[in-house]
Nanobody, 118 residues
């Protein structure tokens, strides 16, 4: 059974920090990466960051580069998104996605809300 669950969201003032956690389990052989996406009200869901399961290479959206850091634990069961220098524009629901190779399916978590106030 595949499980993906986000935690760590909340409300913070601009300039502050939050750390999101994504706990994921199941179908280990199919997973090649874990990703974070976000969706603000009235906007499309957008890519934030990704970490490859093997090798740990990381990728970031230009809007968060230099402010957000993605990482994973040694057991590769948790992925973290450290968010620093938060801006009001970072306010969104943040989703974790377990990226899988065909014929396996990718899975989304339920999301965690991040609100940044002026």
């Amino acid at each position: 059974q595949v499980e993906v669950e986000e935690s760590g969201g909340g409300s913070v003032q601009a300039g502050g920090s939050l750390r999101l956690t994504c706990a994921h389990s199941g179908y280990t052989n199919c997973k090649y990466a874990m990703s974070w996406y976000r969706q603000a009200p009235g906007k499309d869901r957008e890519f934030v960051s990704q970490i490859l399961r093997d090798g740990g290479h990381t990728y970031y959206a230009n809007s968060v580069k230099g402010r957000f850091t993605i990482s994973q634990d040694n057991a590769k069961e948790n992925v973290y998104l450290q968010m620093d220098s938060l801006e009001v524009e970072d306010t969104a629901m943040y989703y974790c996605k377990s990226e899988a190779l065909s014929p396996c399916s990718s899975y989304w978590g339920q999301g965690t809300q991040v609100t940044v106030t002026p």
